[in-house]
């Protein structure tokens, strides 16, 4: 059973579940637009068995079903996400009026149930023809995700709960450029360094855009990873400094203190735009909230290869089937650091927690007590960052169910509910019990 009860956190404080769009809605229905993620996995090698979003949980058809999910497990937060693609299907010009009507639908049914929506603008589905243009190589991107944020905000912006421009800019920026492990699949560092800088400021661009429309609960949604020295050599110790300014550091000193770590312009420099300096205005445009995305620590050791020069290294804690360490240690940890060291008093909420295993139906059920328990054990993180007066409002599962996880496709289960992708039945697991039993009490 989940150990904590909803009357040991404050009383405000929000419990959620999270989505993305592309991960479950079925990309292939209802006029959206083709997607960089949609080439990427027809392109040999990148995804696992080519696997793409075209179906997803088939969510788009089973809005209704879904929403009555979410409801039974008593959560007061749904995050979720647009698509640009089915918004924009072109990316810019005009809208599909039949995508804007399926997030209306969504955004009314939360409503109608008693849960608030919280929407997330961009969860990595590009529009192919603006990944045509350079995507977010090109500084222009800045203009069209404003454009789109306007488009869907005169529709939706009225009744949603909160928003997050950008999920993860470091999976947009390092991940999909640098290490090319996600859509478009780049590894080249000039390209790395202009994605990560104007994934920014398409970000400081979309809350101004909002900010017009009077909206208020605006936030910034980062992951991050707790970086820890494979060793005590002070090469290992240098090494996992600038792993962690590369994947923590950038983004927070970015938004937040309106400046890059060293250790990142050691590398990137020479590759940044020119005035890149000069966009921190918009960049550092205030928010109302900060969110947190935590899974896992990486073991960091030196490497003779050009800059950044660091090996990754997998260490003695249990894994999920992501073969990712469990270290509920750093959630506590990257709370403490966010609040002391770059947003303040700033409300903070952990916007995606949870674990991927192969969870299998049994006699109509699913047994997933390795769930239970690393929930638990998160949320006693949840409670130390609270006993250190970090601001924490809010804490949200990914995911209410088993998806689409992106370049290793259908695999991994990081679900509350089991979905079977070959008729999209959902069968709710024991943590989806064991949660909606915690949030009752
Ligand atoms: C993320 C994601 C999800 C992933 C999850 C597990 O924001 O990284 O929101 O898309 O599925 O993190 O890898």
Redesign the pocket.
Known sequence: MITHKRSDFPQDFQFGV?T?SY?IEGHSFGGAGRTHWDDFAATPGNVVRAENGALGCDHYNRLEEDLDLIAGLGVDTYRFSTSWARVLPEGRGTPNQEGLDFYDRLVDGLLARGINPALTLY??ELPSALADLGGWRNRDIAGWFGDYTDTLMRRIGDRVWSVAPI??PW?VGWLSHFVGAHAPGLRDIRATARAMHHVLLAHGTAIQVMRGHGMKNLGA?C?FEWAAPVDDSAEAAAAAARYDAIYNRFFLGGLFKGEYPDLVLEGLDPHLPKGWQDDFDVITTPVDWSGL?Y?TRNLIGPAATPWPSYSEHTGELPLTS?GWEIYPDGLRDFLIRMAREYTGDLPIYVT?N?M?APDQITGGAVDDPHRISYLNVHLDAVKQALAADVPLKGYYI??LMD????ALGYE?R?GLIHVDFESFARTPKASYHALAQALRS
């Open positions: 999270a993305s991960q969860h990595w999920n993860e999976c949604v992951n995305n899974y992501m995606e949870g991927s990914w995911s998806n689409y996880e992106w991994k990081f």
